[in-house]
C-alpha cells in the first residue's frame, strides 16, 4: 500500500535527490557548500555536526524553504525550484521539523491533512470538494496515526492541548500523510521518549525498505550509529566525511564534526579570577532544569555547553528571575537571593544579555540612547524626573566606551549593524555595574570584527571583578574565552571542567550524553 | 560603494538630506501642517470660521475629546486598547449628578467619588490584562457595555436637573477669553508630555509597548507601568465626565460619550501612535485631536450636511493609518 516505486527494484529507479554544486551565502559568509551529495533510494542517510555546521541549511535547500545561492537539486530526477516548499513537496519531499508547525486551534484531523484534502473529497466531484470532508478527515486521520504507531488519541482534540511528544508524532504523522519519496526527520526523537523513538526509528526503516529515502539529522550519535545506512559529517557547511555504518564508531563521528583541535593558547582569556564568591546555586530547579549545583568567582569566566534544549538559557533565565524556580537556593555575594522579577536581579547587581536581540533585547525602532540607556535610566535620574540631556550624557559614554560605530545616538538602534547592536546591549550593562553578568549567544549575528571586539570587552569586565557566566552555541568560542566550562545535557550539568582540561571531544561527548549521561540518567531513573 | 563613489556630497549633503528625510518621517510633522492647513484653508473659505464664538467653541470640544484623546493614548503606547473610555465619560456624568442631586453631596465630593470608582474600573483593567492575560480588547468592551447599561438604569432615559453651580462655573466659563476647560487640557497636555519625555517611568511606557520581552528582561516591571496607564485612562474619562457636565449643565446620558473612544483612538492613530505600541508622543496627539475637530466644525461651518460628517472623518483615519503602515513598512525594509 505504501509502495513509493511502482514495481522496479529500488536501484534501477536512481537516486531520490542529488545535490549539485549547492552553495548557500549569506552575504560574504558560505554556511553551505556541497559540490554533489546522493541521496539514494532505501537507504537512511544521517546529517551530524556541530551547531552551525550547515544541517539545518541542507534540509532547508532540500525542502524548498531556503533557495540556494547557486547549484542545482534535483528530486527523482526533476529540477526543483529553489525556494518553492510547494513544489518541493509535489516532488516527493516531506519534512518533519523539529519546532511543529501545527495550528493550535484546530484538531488532530485538521492539522494532519492541512492543506490537501481527503482522498474521499479528492475523488469525488468539484462540488463536494469545497466542502469540507469531515467524516473522510478523521477517517483518514486515524488511519494515518495507526500506521505510524499512534494509538489512543481522539483525533477531534485540538492539538494544542496534546503533550509535546504527541505532537511532535502528529507532526511526523502529517509529513508522513504526504506520501514522500524523500523524508527529513529533523532530530525527530528529541522530545520524545524511548518508546515514540522506537516507533519513529521504526517508521524511517519501514520507508527506505519500500523504496523511499530518509535524511536523518541526528544529534545522540548511539542513536545514529543505529539507525545509518550511510553518515554524513558536516563541519562549517562543507562536507567533511562520509562514512558507511562500520566506518561511523562515535569517536570517528565526533573527531570528524570536531576538525582539527584548536591551539588553547591563542586567545587564553588573562588570569582575572579572584577567591570572592558571586553567585552560588545549589540544587537550583525551574521547569526542564536541574537541580544545578554552580559556583562563580569574581573575574571568573565560566561557559555554559551544550545542545539546544539542554537548559543553557533556561539556567540564565532562572538566575536572573525570569523564569519561575521551582527549588534550590542562590547567593549572590553571599547574601541570600532569590529573585521573583528580572527588575530584583537587576537591582541586585546582575545583568543579562539575552539570546535573541530583537526579540529580548533592543526597542527596535527606538533611539541608540533609549536603548543604551535602559537599565540605568533611574539610576540617572533627579526623582524620578530625567534632566534634558542627562541620558544622553550617559549614552554618549556608553557608545565612546563600547566603539559602537553610528550616525548619531538619535538614530534608530534597527539601523546599526549586529555588532554595534550587541555592543549597545553590552554598554546598558557593563554601565548598570553589576557583580554578574549573564551572556546568552553573545556574539549570535554579529561580524568577526565585532566579535573579537566583544571577547575583549568580556576580559575586560572579568577583570573588572565581575563574574561572568556565558551560554554559547559556539564550541570554539567557548574554549576561547572562558576559565572554566560546565556541560549541561536535560537540564543538568554533566561536566565541569577546568581550562587545562578544555578538549572538544570530551565536551561533545559530554554535551550528546552517550556515555556519561546514560550512566547519569539510569541513575536518577 | 558610496565611499569609492562620492566622498565629497558624502561630507556635505547627507546631513541636511538626513535632517529633512527625518523631518518627514516623524509622524507628528504631517499633522501639524495638515491641522495648519485645514485652519487656514477654512478660515480662507468662511470669515465665520476664525471668529472668537466659533474658537471658543471648538475650544470646549477639544477640551472634552482631548482628555480622553491622551488617555487612551498611554494606554495604547502601552500595546493595549481602551474601549471604554467613551462609555464611561458618559457613566461618569451621571453618577456625579446622581451623587450631587440625588445624593445631596457636595460637588467636590461627588466628583472625588467618581473619580474613585472610575481609578477602580481602571485598575481592574489594568490587572485581567496583566495578571489574568485577558485581551484588553475583550475586558474594556465588557466595561464599555456594562457602562452603557448602568447609565440608563440610574437615569431610566431622563435627565438629572439641579446640579451644582459649581460645575457650571468650571464648564463654562473663560480666563481671558480663554475657555477653562481648555485651559485645563492643556496643563493635563503638558503633564503627559512631561510624563513621557521627561521620566524614566515615562520612558519605561515606550520600552514596555516596544517589546515587553525585552523591557522585561532589563528589569523593567511592565505589569505596573500598564496598570497605572489603564487607570490614568480611566480617571481622565471621570475627569473628562465633569467639564461635559458643567457644560451641558444637567446630568443626561442621551449622545454624551457615545463613540468617543472611537474619537480617541481615531485622533491618537491621526497623531503617529502606533497601535502596535510604544510609539507615539503627545505632540501628535494633540494635533490629531485638533485635526479631528476642525475637521468637523469646519464640515459646520461650511454647511455641510452632518451626515457626511464620518465619511470624511472615516477617510482622514484611512489615510493616517494607511500613512502609518508605510512608514511602518519603510521603517522595517531598512533594518
Redesign the interface.
Known sequence: MREVTSNASPTRLGPAAVLRGVQKSYGPVTVLDIPELELKRGQITCVVGENGAGKSTLMGVLSGTVSPTTGEILIAGQALQPGRPDHAKALGVSMVAQEFPLVGGLSVAENLLLGRHSRAAEQAGRLRRVLFDRSGTRQEARELLADVGVDGIDVDRPVGQLPVPLRQMIEIAKGWGNHPLVLILDEPTSSLGPVEAAKVLHLARRHTANGGAVLFIGHRLDEVRDIADRVVVLRGGQLVADLTPEEATEERMIREMVGSELAHSDGAPPVSRTDRTVLLARSLTADGLGPVDLELKAGEIVGVAGLMGSGRSRLLHTIMGAQPRTGGETELNGRPFRPRHPADAVAAGVGLVPEDRKEQSLLLQHPVRWNATLATLRRDSWHGVLTPGGDKERSQRIVQDLGVRMHSQEQPIGDLSGGNQQKVVFGRWLHAGPDLLLLDEPTRGVDVGAKAEIYQLIDNAAQDGLAVLVASSELEELLRMCHRIVVMAQGRIVADLPREHFSKEQIMTAAAGTQSLTAGSEATA | MTTQTTPVTKGAGVTPR?RLRSLVETPEVGVVVACVAVFVALALARDTFANAVNLQGMGFDLAQYGLIAIGESLVILTGGIDLSVGALLGTSVILISWFNVRAGLPAGVAMLATLAITGLIGLWHGIAVTRLKMPPFVVTLVTYTVAQGVTLAITSGTSIVGISGFFGDIGQSYLAQIPVPLILFAIVAVAAWFFL?????G??V??VG??P?????????GDRRIVSMYVTSSLLAGFGAMLVLGRMGVGSASGVGVGWELQAIAAAVIGGVSLTG??GRILGIVAGTVLLELITNGLTTLQINSNYTNIVLGGVLGIAILADRLRAKH?SS??
Request: glycine share 12%.
Open positions: 538626513r519625555e521627561r521620566t524614566f517611568v520612558r519605561q515606550y520600552a516596544g517589546n520581552e525585552a523591557a522585561r528582561l532589563a528589569g523593567i516591571r510604544g510609539q521603517f531598512r533594518a
